[in-house]
């Protein structure tokens, strides 16, 4: 019973330091802690909506599994984020975040400043924090790009192997004209590259988990306990 009351009583505690942190009008919980860094529902929500935005994907159809993949990439994007604040983090240009801008708005069309400012404001966003989510997502991109790269090494038997193993089967597949393998090689290795990288991902946001501190559905347990 004690230990119940004093995870209500902490949850109702953190909940109150979000409030007056964040001048809340409305009771918003905190989804998660990483290492300090408090991720809120609100967080979450925010970032299905940007997601569903730059992928041009409707938002009629979300449920619980979304909103746990949602927290799930916070989670590690805050663990990336930390990785940021040592030497060496590199900055993305203005011109990579303004093509990447770009890139979005052109999915939409829009007619005028005033329809894409609407478009994202029927998303919760403005255009001051698009620009600031794609600027940490570039960030993070290259973070991951400069720390894993080197260690993506990919050889020419690798090559040559997804070149008479994958892409000449596609092609006679598809009816294509056959590519000679030195004219696509470099394609090739860099398709590889980012597969090796993304392997390497997943094993760095592993290790970083297992050296964390992270609390997940702090708010389910109080108030679950406070209901009984």
Same mark, same amino acid.
């Given at each position: ?14 909940? $109150? ?6 001048? !809340? ?5 905190? #989804? ?14 925010? #970032? ?44 993305? #240009? ?8 770009? =890139? ?17 404001? !029927? ?10 989510? $794609? ?16 260690? !993506? ?6 090559? /040559?192997?997804?070149?008479?193993? =994958? ?8 009816? #294509?004209? =056959? $590519? ?9 290795? /860099? ?32 108030? =679950?306990?406070?209901?009984?």
């Amino acid at each position: 019973m004690m230990r119940r009351l004093t995870t209500a009583l902490l949850g109702f505690t953190l909940t $109150v330091m979000v409030l007056l942190a964040h001048g !809340a009008d409305v009771l918003d919980r905190i #989804a998660a802690i990483v290492n300090g860094q408090i991720i809120l529902q609100s967080d979450c929500e925010d #970032a299905i909506w940007y997601d569903a935005f730059v992928a041009k994907r409707p938002l009629d159809r979300i449920d619980s599994a979304d909103r746990k993949a949602a927290l799930d990439r916070l989670i590690d994007q805050e663990l990336l984020r930390e990785q940021m604040r040592t030497p060496g983090s590199a900055q993305p #240009a203005e011109e990579e975040v303004e093509n990447q801008i770009k =890139e979005i708005r052109k999915q939409y069309e829009p007619k005028s400043d005033a329809e894409w400012k609407a478009l994202l404001a !029927a998303h919760r966003l403005t255009e001051e924090e698009l620009r600031a989510r $794609v600027t940490l997502q570039l960030e993070l991109t290259r973070l991951v790009d400069i720390h894993l790269r080197p260690a !993506a090494n990919i050889s020419s038997k690798n090559i /040559e192997s997804y070149y008479r193993q =994958e892409l000449l089967p596609q092609l006679r597949q598809s009816g #294509a004209k =056959e $590519v000679p393998l030195a004219e696509v090689s470099p394609k090739i290795k /860099e398709l590889l590259t980012q597969q090796k990288i993304d392997e390497l991902l997943i094993a760095w946001l592993r290790d970083l988990r297992t050296g964390s501190k992270i609390q997940t559905q702090l708010f389910s347990s109080a108030d =679950e306990s406070m209901q009984r």
